[in-house]
């Protein structure tokens, strides 16, 4: 599968983005999906992870009750709303699908997007 990351910007603190991921070919439903972050001259880290249906979702202490992670299986696409954001949020954001529900909060993903950036000033 391939994912293209979208939506990523330059914003005020406070304020909201939505971040989407659309994936190519077929059995989007399949997968489990994650979105992760790198800021500037630290590790990718864990952000948010949905399970295939969409009912059951994973999200980091640092952004849980700001961001929502959701997806629409007809339209092959899963998307990161933003709510709240802090300048310590910036980072190039990336989504990552993998077939197996285990290990969704590490890197342990078999397909990765791109990366959209998003800018939080102060």
């Known amino acids: 599968v391939q994912l293209q990351a979208s939506g990523g910007g330059l914003v005020q603190a406070g304020g909201s983005l939505r971040l989407s991921c659309a994936a190519s070919?077929?059995?989007?439903?399949?997968?489990?999906m994650g979105w992760f972050r790198q800021a500037p001259g630290k590790e990718r880290e864990f952000v948010a992870a949905?399970?295939?249906?969409?009912?059951?979702?994973y999200y980091a202490d640092s952004v849980k009750g700001r961001f929502t992670i959701s997806r629409d299986n007809a339209k092959n696409t899963v998307y990161l709303q933003m709510n709240t954001l802090k300048p310590e949020d910036t980072a190039v954001y990336y989504c990552?699908?993998?077939?197996?529900?285990?290990?969704?909060?590490?890197?342990?993903?078999?397909?990765w997007g791109q990366g959209t950036l998003v800018t939080v000033s102060s």
């Open positions: 990552a699908a993998k077939m197996v529900p285990t290990g969704l909060a590490t890197n342990e993903y078999d397909y």
């Open positions: 070919g077929r059995a989007f439903s399949m997968y489990y």
């Open positions: 949905i399970r295939r249906s969409g009912t059951i979702t």
